[in-house]
Nanobody
Framework: QVELAESGGGLVQPGGSLRLSCVVPRSLLNIKSMGWYRQAPGKQRELVAT???????KYAEGVTGRFTISRDNAENTVYLEMNSLKPEDTAYYYCAAAGGAVPPSRADDYDYWGQGTQVTVSS
């Protein structure tokens, strides 16, 4: 089964920064929408940010102004730049990809997922 490959997670102090990367296998064609989700212990998976192949971006309310999603179509890679990190940002972060031009409104409607990468914000 094809999977996306996330990297870049780790332990960071409050106020610090991390950059997550997600590589989409070249065997996957026509990926239009990409997203980052996160899931904290005991909580449901929640949307963090999405980006279309045209560069249109959307963010969850709690990360707007601190996180930036971007994609390099030539490298088949999507990034999540996270600044001013807070303890409540601690979660497992997942990359997702879909073939539709409009990012799915539900996580279940994404076609491909990665295994996730742990982000821990703690002093």
């Amino acid at each position: 089964q094809v999977e996306l490959a996330e990297s870049g997670g780790g332990l960071v102090q409050p106020g610090g920064s991390l950059r997550l990367s997600c590589v989409v296998p070249r065997s996957l064609l026509n990926i239009k929408s990409m997203g980052w989700y996160r899931q904290a212990p005991g909580k449901q998976r929640e949307l963090v940010a999405t980006v279309t192949d045209g560069g249109s971006r959307k963010y969850a309310e709690g990360v707007t102004g601190r996180f930036t999603i971007s994609r390099d179509n030539a490298e088949n890679t999507v990034y999540l730049e996270m600044n001013s990190l807070k303890p409540e940002d601690t979660a497992y972060y997942y990359c997702a990809a879909a073939g539709g031009a409009v990012p799915p409104s539900r996580a279940d409607d994404y076609d491909y997922w990665g295994q996730g990468t742990q982000v821990t914000v703690s002093s």
